[in-house]
């Protein structure tokens, strides 16, 4: 499968954006995907993810403000994205899995998008 990642952009601290993951290739429905981010100097962090079968995970930083959600039928993932801060500028890539539960570990995922930059002004 290969993702594309789209939707990234520049927007004020407190407003919203949605990142789009287009899957193409193989059908979405049995794969786990997660979202993923790297600000400049820093590591790759997990955002969220979300099962093959909708349940969802959120790292404690985005809880509340992030949600990930899919429309199989447009082979798509989305991120909304709410309540932005400065501090969740990043290039934010989405990943795919086949087998299992991916969470926030970068090494279970097998198939990455190529990232879309989020900036957040202050």
């Known amino acids: 499968v290969q993702l594309q990642a789209s939707g990234g952009g520049l927007v004020q601290s407190g407003g919203s954006l949605r990142l789009s993951c287009a899957a193409f290739?193989?059908?979405?429905?049995?794969?786990?995907i997660g979202w993923f981010r790297q600000a400049p100097g820093k590591e790759r962090e997990g955002v969220g993810c979300i099962s093959s079968s909708d349940g969802t995970y959120y790292t404690d930083s985005v809880k509340g403000r992030f949600t990930i959600s899919r429309d199989n039928a447009k082979n798509t993932v989305y991120l909304q994205m709410n309540s932005l801060k400065p501090e969740d500028t990043a290039v934010y890539y989405c990943a795919a899995t086949k087998t299992g539960w991916g969470r926030d570990v970068p090494s279970r995922y097998a198939y990455w998008g190529q990232g879309t930059l989020v900036t957040v002004s202050s």
């Open positions: 290739g193989d059908s979405l429905d049995y794969y786990a």
